[in-house]
């Protein structure tokens, strides 16, 4: 079974700057079946990258997704408030078939 | 565009049985889509519970298999989720999501993500 860890658990920004967001995957991974999401309390998760470096309809271009192997990051280059959030990790494999990360969240330092 | 929307008892008894409804409006159930259930216990991360397809063919994450039952009514407009014998850890927030794939160039295979979600719906275990 994948697991994905992801790290740091808490980042502390400011609005304007840059946050990185780190996956690790236990083995190596397929880079078209992983994916980003973000969660704000209460509201629907949002897919924000899919096939690790692909923008999802609608996404702002100040998010970006890089990465293979076990290793991808996620990145938002100047934070907009409304990017306070948590993000998700997601992989599509054999079994189970989906398995998520535990999440980053990104706080308003 | 379409929306989906979880209904259910937000409370159960331990060792009863979980039942929820995912209410798919402005698209199709028989699309070639798969419809998920993933949740949310409190603290921790997302956990994929199963998905189906309208033509029912499922798929359950083998950690919760002999508990889990998803099904499909199209003439309702809805995928449900039946998890038997619960406890405390099965607290959490359940969230519907629709599973969609995009061809990948140059590839026979596609890339695969959810892509609508509902706003999920929170079911506490408690006597």
């Known amino acids: 079974e994948i697991v994905l860890t992801q790290s740091p658990g808490t980042l502390s920004l400011s609005p304007g700057e840059r946050a990185t967001l780190s996956c690790r995957a236990s083995q190596s991974l397929t880079s078209s079946y992983l994916n980003w999401y973000q969660l704000h309390p209460g509201q629907a998760p949002r897919l924000l990258i899919y096939g690790a470096s692909n923008r999802a309809s609608g996404v702002p271009d100040r998010f970006s997704g890089s990465g293979s192997g076990t290793d991808f990051t996620l990145t938002i280059n100047s934070l907009a408030p409304e990017d306070f959030a948590v993000y998700f990790c997601q992989y599509y494999g054999a079994s189970p078939t989906w398995t998520f990360g535990r999440g980053t969240k990104v706080e308003i330092k | 565009q379409v929306r989906l929307q979880e209904s259910g008892p937000g409370l159960v008894k331990p060792s009863g049985t979980l039942s929820l409804a995912c209410d798919v409006s402005?698209?199709?159930?028989?699309?070639?889509?798969?419809w998920s259930w993933v949740r949310q216990p409190p603290g921790k991360g997302l956990e994929w519970i199963g998905e189906?397809?309208?033509?029912?063919?499922?798929s359950y994450n083998p950690s919760l298999n002999s508990r889990v039952t998803i099904s499909v009514d199209k003439s309702k407009r809805q995928f449900s989720l039946r998890l038997s014998s619960v406890t405390a850890a099965d607290t959490a927030v359940y969230l519907c999501?629709?599973?969609?794939?995009?061809?990948?160039?140059?590839?026979?295979?596609?890339?695969?993500?959810?892509?609508?979600w509902g706003k999920g719906t929170t079911v506490t275990v408690s006597s």
């Open positions: 999501a629709r599973v969609a794939g995009t061809p990948r160039p140059f590839s026979i295979h596609s890339y695969y993500y959810m892509d609508v």
């Open positions: 189906i397809h309208h033509s029912g063919t499922t």
């Open positions: 402005g698209g199709s159930l028989s699309s070639d889509n798969k």
